[in-house]
């Protein structure tokens, strides 16, 4: 007999949600391990943008939809299932075991019947973005700059630039003008502004970016916004890259990122023969946290008509 019938890597929205499927369909012997010692840890920075819960009609940042999953966790008792401080260092597929580092540096081990992967993923400056121009310091992947003004005690500069077209855009413009740093917003798409946009974040979308300069330090950007070219200065920029699966963790897995679709290249019936689910980020990124939270449940759920849950 495993240890765990069932064993989750990854405490944030995915694997909660998948944890969430397990115990609501009667899995007992369900354990959940994530490195931090802080749960959905994304979340406690993403405060600005809200989206809407289709579930109970009510809208949330991700801050909010943290306090939400947590307060329930707490009340069903399913905390009981969590572990933090537990860091995955190899996981071997063939004898189904995890081996862990805990937060006290004693390593552990546990056997498995069915793994399912929610970690992470990593931010890429130029997964998406090929920015024109000398690279010098002070650029900045959305997630980086996210961080370091909520848990760092230094900003990443005095007068950021945020140039990409998702939620994290957004949210980290806001964020950062919260913070007293000057910020402006440059987007290759039409953004749909919140109602509480800050009036004083001058925004540039349908713009074009022509280049960057710093050959030592950022120092600004050269766009085109219809015919008109516009200089922007700044000393910091953060770019809205792309989150990938690290590779550490397509090792792991033995599992290859698909950059066409930007995704996880693994089928579901590969999972199925692996007793392997991967979901959240790991397996497709969303900055749409409410998204990831049913997904990871609905893709655990899927494989009940499999006959693995």
């Given amino acids: 007999m495993p240890d765990y019938e069932y064993l989750i890597i990854g405490g944030g929205v995915s694997g909660l949600g998948a944890l969430d499927a397990l115990l609501s369909a009667g899995r007992s012997n369900v354990a959940l391990f994530e490195a931090r010692d802080t749960l959905m840890y994304t979340n406690t920075w993403m405060k600005n943008i809200k989206l809407e819960d289709s579930m109970d009609n009510k809208s949330y940042t991700g801050e909010s939809f943290r306090e939400k999953i947590l307060t329930g966790l707490e009340k069903t008792g399913s905390d009981k299932h969590i572990n933090t401080g537990k860091r995955v260092y190899y996981i071997d597929q063939k004898e189904k075991k995890v081996h862990i580092r805990a ?75 919260k913070s007293g740093i000057s910020v402006t917003v440059v987007s290759p798409s039409e953004l749909m502004l919140p109602v509480n946009w800050p009036a004083n974040i001058v925004v540039y979308d349908k713009a074009v970016l022509k280049q960057t300069y710093g050959d030592t330090l950022f120092e600004g950007m050269l766009i085109q916004k219809g015919s008109a070219q516009i200089c922007i200065p700044g000393d910091s920029i953060a770019v809205d890259g792309d989150f990938v699966l690290e590779h550490p963790w397509r090792e792991h897995l033995a599992v290859e990122w698909n950059l066409k679709k930007w995704e996880l290249d693994l089928p579901m019936e590969e999972m199925k023969k692996r007793n392997l689910i991967v979901v959240g980020d790991a397996y497709k990124p969303s900055p749409d946290f409410i998204e990831q939270y049913e997904v990871g449940s609905k893709m655990v759920k899927s494989f009940s008509k499999m006959g693995e849950v």
């Fill in 103 to 177: 937060t006290s540096n004693q390593r552990e081990e546990y056997s498995y019947g069915t793994l399912i992967v929610a970690v992470g993923a990593s931010q890429i400056m130029y997964g998406k973005y090929l920015l024109p121009g000398s690279r010098g310091g002070r650029y900045f992947t959305s997630y980086q700059v996210g961080e370091m003004i909520e848990h760092y005690p230094f900003k990443p500069g005095e007068r950021l630039i945020v140039f990409g077209e998702s939620l994290y855009t957004l949210d980290t413009a806001m964020l950062a003008e």
